[in-house]
């Protein structure tokens, strides 16, 4: 995305310090799952993702990384798809993604009570409560209207900054043809919202997930991940998938 973007401070090997790049071909390079891409800084480091052996008794062993047998159709359909789009293709979908991002941005803005974290450069939004808007609320009322955010739950940084829990968004080019109405819906989720308490941790709610599903309503399920410590959620969060996928009657 990033290239094609437009004038932008260094962000790659331009950058003291940055070591290596990593981009998923499936998301901004509109492949198919399964290809990535992994660029480093040099040979020395480029050679420590290698996986080499000789200790066994059949032939030596060598690949660029530890899994050995990779299916060669992801890898051949995003190099098509790459060839297919080209510099021409790809600057326009950033273009149509980048007037999106300006439409939901500036839109977010004038909503009393919601803010956009920090000066975003891409096509990712956060959006945080600036007096009245629970963010947690915004993206439950969001799905009501047909639209899918993520809530992000808030996080203590190693200095103790602690950033905000926040209303996610993914923007892609496709968003461009339905950016004005989700810039409606958006308002429309936090009028709804607008003055509801925040979410707060629910101490019973792991066990009723577990034998009654996830609510229709996530925001408690978030507080709760939220206040809860690692080492706790980490398990619950397996227990929660197990639960979802095992067979009915098990």
């Not at 004038?7 to 331009?14: E, S």
Request: hydrophobic share 45%; with cysteine.
């Amino acid at each position: 995305m990033l290239p094609w973007w437009g004038q932008l401070d260094a962000w790659d090997f331009a950058v003291p310090g940055v070591t290596s790049l990593s981009a998923d071909l499936h998301k901004y390079g509109y492949a198919p799952k399964g290809a990535s891409v992994v660029l480093h800084r040099g040979r020395e480091r480029h050679a420590a993702q290698y996986f080499s052996t000789t200790a066994w008794p059949g032939y030596p062993v060598v690949n660029p990384t530890v899994l050995g047998s990779r299916a060669a159709g992801a890898m051949a359909a995003a190099w098509a798809i790459g060839e297919a789009l080209g510099d021409e293709g790809y600057a326009d979908l950033v273009a149509r993604t980048r007037s999106a991002v300006t439409t939901i941005r500036d839109a977010a803005a004038t909503i009393p009570g919601l803010r956009v974290v920090g000066s975003p450069t891409g096509p990712l939004l956060a959006l945080a409560d600036d007096g009245g808007v629970d963010p947690f609320h915004l993206v439950d009322a969001l799905r009501r209207r047909g639209w899918l955010a993520q809530c992000q739950p808030a996080m203590t940084q190693p200095d103790g900054t602690v950033l905000p829990r926040t209303a996610h968004l993914t923007l892609t080019a496709v968003s461009d043809s339905v950016a004005a109405d989700l810039a409606v819906s958006l308002a429309q989720a936090a009028d709804e919202v607008r003055g509801i308490p925040s979410a707060t941790p629910d101490p019973g709610l792991v066990a009723r997930v577990l034998t009654e599903g996830l609510p229709d309503d996530l925001a408690g399920v978030m507080a709760t991940l939220e206040a809860l410590p690692a080492e706790v959620v980490r398990p619950a969060l397996v227990q929660v998938l197990q639960a979802a996928i095992e067979p009915r009657g098990r």
